[in-house]
């Protein structure tokens, strides 16, 4: 992957060429930014712009010797690419992910009964995945393996694989490199890594790529150089859409207006993704509020068979549409943000805030991180949705000022 592949982040972009030209980069990076912002992707074209030869050239230039009528040679000015060339062996084989000095680590899931898996074992999906979706989420790595309802770690045994490959000699570059993805996933074995990544061996490079600062375990965040990855601006959004998906532009900005710098959700958004999940919210707050306990049972039997992927992708959903309708509040109904959004998404988020106001749409939005949170160590669905409904019911009903849909 190239740098030019990767949309918006110049100034990431700058500051990592940066650490390479001026001979300050650190052993362990650590990639920080939500989801859709390019924390993978600029992993992936950081990693390949290390090892490309023509990079590796002008940081150790081969010594001029003298002429063969005894004159030295004249000194050629160094100047350090901008990107991987793309075309030096190195290069091709980091854009197939083949590179036998570049190692990945990400989430995965048992195959069967008491497999105890590694990245490896996945390698063949992770090459299709990123040449599909380098944007793609947790979410949609585990979809793409069939994870179903199982949640993916990075186990014990990946850690001792990591310890493994990182010890042998690097076959081709100058560096080894492991670019590991959602170290949020690593849990306690996590500290098997501790003193690798402290006392690395030579040429010995961590790229590390997080979503949440605060499920990473502090005795590695703590051990490497944090990079933050900002949100994409809504222009680099719109112009990505234009370029590469040749969306007209009036689409292009309404979508990045209501996509707040996530590029992943602004191509759901281009696929209508959304729209299954915007008629899920309403049947909910309906059964909630005015169809009674025999429809809000049969809703919550519908929405624990999801899985729990999808379950969490309808929380933070429904915590997008409430956001929404607290920006609207506060911008106003006809401000130019408003008239960006789709009338659909519009009228729905103005509906929120007639049934609700900003305290509740609050509360609202707390109890909904919750769930998610309880979701991702797994809690029950039934309960969980049967307590959250309630929830919601107290929250919205002394003060619901009208009937929902």
Excluded at 205 to 234: K, N
Excluded at 296 to 322: A, P, T, Y
Aim: net charge negative; proline share 5%; charged share 25%.
């Amino acid at each position: 992957m190239f740098f030019d592949d990767i949309v918006g982040q110049e100034e990431i972009k700058d500051q990592l060429r940066d650490m390479v030209q001026s001979n300050r980069l650190s052993h362990a990076l650590l990639l920080l930014g939500k989801d859709g912002s390019g924390g993978l992707p600029l992993a992936l074209a950081f990693a390949q712009y290390i090892v490309c030869e023509k990079v590796q050239l002008a940081l150790n230039p081969v010594p001029q010797g003298p002429s063969l009528f005894g004159e030295a040679e004249p000194v050629e000015e160094i100047v350090f690419p901008s990107a991987a060339c793309g075309s030096c062996a190195a290069c091709t084989k980091a854009t197939a992910l083949v590179h036998p000095d570049i190692h990945y680590s990400y989430p995965v899931i048992p195959k069967k009964s008491g497999d105890k898996p590694i990245s490896t074992d996945y390698i063949t999906q992770w090459r299709s995945f990123i040449g599909e979706q380098p944007y793609g989420s947790l979410y949609d790595w585990l979809q793409f393996i069939q994870a179903e309802n199982k949640q993916g770690n990075i186990t014990s045994e990946e850690c001792n694989e990591i310890i493994r490959k990182l010890s042998l000699k690097t076959f081709e570059s100058k560096y080894k490199i492991l670019v590991m993805w959602m170290p949020e996933m690593l849990g306690k074995e996590g500290n098997k890594l501790l003193k690798l990544i402290e006392e690395p061996p030579p040429n010995t490079l961590f790229l590390l790529v997080a979503e949440s600062e605060a499920l990473i375990l502090p005795t590695i965040l703590s051990r490497c150089q944090l990079v933050r990855i900002p949100p994409l601006s809504d222009q680099d959004v719109a112009n990505a859409l234009i370029m590469k998906r040749s969306v007209d532009e009036k689409q292009a900005r309404q979508i990045a207006a209501i996509t707040e710098g996530n590029y992943r959700e602004a191509l759901a958004e281009l696929n209508h993704a959304g729209e299954d999940w915007q008629l899920l919210v309403r049947e909910w707050l309906n059964a909630i509020l005015k169809n009674g306990p025999v429809s809000l049972v049969k809703w919550i039997e519908d929405i624990s068979k999801q899985g729990r992927e999808k379950q969490k992708q309808f929380l933070r959903f429904f915590n997008h549409l409430l956001q929404q309708s607290i920006r609207i509040r506060i911008l106003g109904e006809n401000s130019e943000w408003a008239s960006n959004l789709p009338v659909a998404e519009r009228d729905f988020i103005l509906r929120i805030n007639k049934m609700a106001d900003l305290a509740q749409q609050e509360a609202i939005v707390e109890e909904l991180d919750k769930a998610a949170y309880y979701i991702e160590r797994n809690a029950n669905a039934k309960m969980l949705f049967h307590a959250l409904s309630l929830q919601l019911f107290h929250i919205l009903r002394d003060r619901a000022r009208v009937e929902p849909w």
